[in-house]
């Protein structure tokens, strides 16, 4: 990452938890860690595995592994209980000030323990909880019934609730009956990008998206239904016809057999490359011509973001807060969630349209600086904290 000034005021003492994944939760809070510790402040990051963007950096965030102990009564180790009782000893033995859980469940819940028992021992003293949620933590995995009591428990409990969309915000306050004097408004901070590494200039000439004939667009998820990727596949197909095109398809999940298959009928096996997971993104997004997204549902699009802070105009589905993100006409194209036929000709107009796409993707990169450089969103963070912490806390 560019270095960053340091951070007005006194250093906080802050506790990150988070899932320790290639998806937007744990992308975000692992370079929300590293971008803190990089201005000053003290970060604690808790999970059960090192995510992989804190794992490729030699950036200066105290990293606590809690697995728990397998033990036979359990059907899995409970790691959210380990996560609880490391940020214990962290607290005893340190002093935390800030607790940012990344995803309702189950690091709110950590968090909202860790705070019960640190005013156990020491009200004044404890840590306050700042919740951030991503999407299907709403969406999804909180807003099943064996889960959305517990929930709307921990985000009314919460010092201070973030979304990453207004899209988002909408949703939870709907979804959990959050307006007037029931809990925390929901703010929202978008997601943010490092545009520094992120750059049109990440792009080597020698790169497998460089050396194909013909422009290619890239697609970069986990491949779980709710990115359609095989859906994405058909409309690929049906954008290019016969003309020499290709498709990159980065990461990993559940769909990827389906994919694999949809190309092998579709003859499309020397136009689509399957890469697997993949941490060195810039290289793959900066020579692309266009990204691709065809998410069902998308809190934000993350993705989108490093591919347009890389100067790669967008192709996407009008999912959730994606047009939060992608201004259609201006720096990438939108179409509806199921209109394959629309996006399919976004696609093949912005494939084959080498100057509108150029220019695109100039609007795109200027938009990526000027409103979600990550150390303009990061001071947003940092704000909160200070924020919440000026205020009297909230008893568990």
């Not at 979804?175 to 029931?182: A, E």
Request: with cysteine.
């Amino acid at each position: 990452m560019s270095e960053l000034p340091r951070s007005p005021g006194a250093p906080l003492r802050i506790g990150v938890l988070c899932h320790p994944t290639y998806g937007g939760s744990g992308v975000v809070a692992s370079e929300l860690a590293l971008t803190l510790a990089e201005i000053g402040h003290e970060v604690h990051l808790f999970s059960h595995e090192v995510p992989p963007r804190l794992a490729r950096s030699p950036g200066r965030v105290l990293m606590h592994r809690a697995q728990g102990v397998p033990y036979p009564l359990f059907h899995s180790t409970p790691h959210d209980l380990a996560i609880t009782s490391a940020i214990l000893d962290v607290h005893r033995a340190q002093g935390l000030d800030v607790l940012h859980a990344h995803y309702a469940l189950p690091h709110a819940v950590s968090a909202y323990l860790a705070r019960a028992a640190a005013q156990a021992d020491d009200a004044a003293r404890a840590p306050r909880v700042i919740t951030t949620l991503h999407g299907t933590d709403i969406t999804l995995v909180g807003n099943d019934p064996s889960y959305a009591p517990l929930t709307q428990f921990v985000i009314r409990a919460s010092d201070a609730v973030t979304a990453v969309s207004h899209w988002l915000a909408k949703e939870t306050a709907e979804k959990f009956g959050l307006s007037g004097d029931k809990g925390c408004a929901v703010e929202v901070i978008h997601n943010f990008v490092d545009t520094k590494w992120f750059s049109p200039e990440a792009g080597s000439p020698r790169h497998p998206c460089s050396l194909r004939t013909g422009p290619t667009a890239v697609h970069v998820s986990n491949f779980r239904p709710v990115k359609r990727t095989p859906w994405l596949v058909r409309a690929f197909a049906k954008a290019v016809g016969a003309r020499p095109a290709n498709l990159v398809l980065v990461g990993d999940g559940p769909d990827l057999p389906a994919c694999r298959e949809l190309v092998r009928e579709l003859g499309l096996n020397e136009r689509v490359t399957f890469l697997g997971e993949r941490d060195a993104l810039p290289e793959l997004l900066a020579p692309a011509c266009v990204f691709v997204l065809t998410s069902s549902s998308e809190s934000f699009g993350l993705s989108a973001l490093e591919a347009m802070s890389c100067g790669t105009p967008v192709v996407a589905t009008r999912a959730g807060g994606v047009g939060e993100v992608v201004e259609h006409g201006v720096s990438g194209l939108l179409s509806g969630i199921d209109d394959l036929e629309g996006f399919a000709a976004n696609l093949a107009e912005l494939l084959f349209d080498p100057a509108r796409a150029r220019a695109m993707g100039e609007v795109a990169r200027r938009q990526a600086v000027e409103r979600f450089a990550r150390e303009r969103v990061v001071e947003r963070y940092v704000d909160l904290y200070r924020r919440v912490l000026a205020r009297a806390p909230r008893l568990s």
